[in-house]
């Protein structure tokens, strides 16, 4: 096939700590098994956060980051079938696994030791082109706009995979009353489909960011307060989406007996140590590991129906840089989304 007919501008890390740069890569090809996109929107991620900064290990160099990625086909390679050119697909996190190993063959392909991960061993959806396995892409639900798609590619897949880790909490085994820390994209989303379900949902923010307070209260949660705050009753369940090890001890305080606490982010700061009486009571801490393809199919599934929507601020692709920062600071209302071409986004511009 003949990939892109000149090369492509990227956001590119060169290493760990450093801003990204405007690069431009040689055209892209699929090889067997690949589908090669143009890329329409790509949200950005707090894991991007992670690997530009260093927090998680030997990320490939120079990377293309980004795996929240919604693009139109535009050239199939060898053995590639389930996409035709022209369709939209969505690329997530998970970019590859090796199928063979005990937890693909149960199915926890997330946990399969070979994996590769997009924007981080596969170059990513920060560019105008990317090429993925077309085994772990996802065909885009005809309601979503590409730009309210692609948060739905991370922050909705993990934070529907955390709601599944959660539901079986409190004494019914049905968590009832459930509680999030960290009110950002995945947050956003999972509030929606647990008041979808018919939970209670008590929102925990940044100490003081009242505009938070204030989107988690207008999406349905009842009751909103800092993360230094104990909510009005017992937590049946509780998802923790902040990177932040010191949430881990609050929220089982704050979780009554036979409750779940889910540390739902790849990388946490150190959990400080606690009295085993916080976590006494058959109170349960677990985390969640990335997602299946499982995972993806039924809460795409899911998303029209409710019907999920993501709220979005766009951002051309060379402000890449600014999306981050603004991340980094909790100045995100909902989801940060890069458009490749400066006419189809400007920054700070929302929807949904």
């Known amino acids: 096939m003949g990939g892109t007919t000149a090369g492509y501008r990227t956001m590119l890390l060169d290493a760990p700590g450093r801003p990204l740069r405007e690069a431009e890569l040689p055209a892209a090809e699929p090889g067997p098994g690949q589908i090669l996109l143009r890329v329409t929107a790509c949200a950005v991620c707090r894991t991007d956060l992670h690997v530009i900064d260093g927090e998680l290990p030997d990320p490939k160099l120079p990377l293309v980051p980004g795996h929240e990625i919604v693009g139109a086909v535009v050239e199939t390679g060898p053995g590639a079938g389930r996409f035709a050119r022209g369709e939209r697909a969505g690329v997530p996190w998970l970019g590859w696994s090796c199928g063979a190993c005990e937890f693909c063959r149960a199915g926890r392909e997330n946990l ?54 959660a539901s079986a909490g409190g004494p019914a085994g049905e968590a009832r009353r459930l509680g999030i820390y960290g009110f950002g994209a995945a947050a956003h989303i999972v509030t929606q489909v647990a008041r979808h379900q018919g939970r209670r949902v008590f929102a925990f923010t940044r100490p003081g960011d009242a505009a938070a307070q204030r989107f988690a209260l207008q999406l349905g949660a009842e009751w909103a307060g800092g993360s230094d705050a104990s909510p009005p009753e017992p937590l049946d369940a509780a998802i923790i989406f902040a990177p932040v090890g010191a949430l881990v001890p609050a929220a089982l305080r704050a979780t009554a007996k036979g409750g ?42 899911l998303a029209p129906r409710i019907p999920v929507r993501t709220e979005v601020q766009t951002y051309p692709l060379a402000s890449a840089n600014d999306a981050l920062e603004a991340l980094r600071r909790g100045a995100v209302r909902g989801a940060a989304v890069l458009v490749p071409g400066s006419h189809e986004a400007r920054p700070g511009g929302r929807s949904g």
């Open 112 to 165: 399969c030791d070979r994996a590769r991960f997009t924007g981080y061993q596969i170059d990513g959806g920060y560019a105008e082109y990317a090429v993925a396995d077309e085994r772990f892409c996802f065909a885009i639900p005809d309601l979503y706009p590409d730009t309210e798609a692609a948060p739905l590619l991370c922050a909705g897949l993990i934070g529907y995979r955390s709601l599944l880790a």
């Open 260 to 301: 779940t606490v889910v540390c739902a982010g790849i990388h946490m700061s150190d959990v400080p140590s606690f009295p085993y009486a916080v976590l006494w009571g058959e109170r349960e801490l677990r985390s969640v590991a990335n997602l299946t393809r499982k995972d993806g199919e039924e809460f795409l599934r």
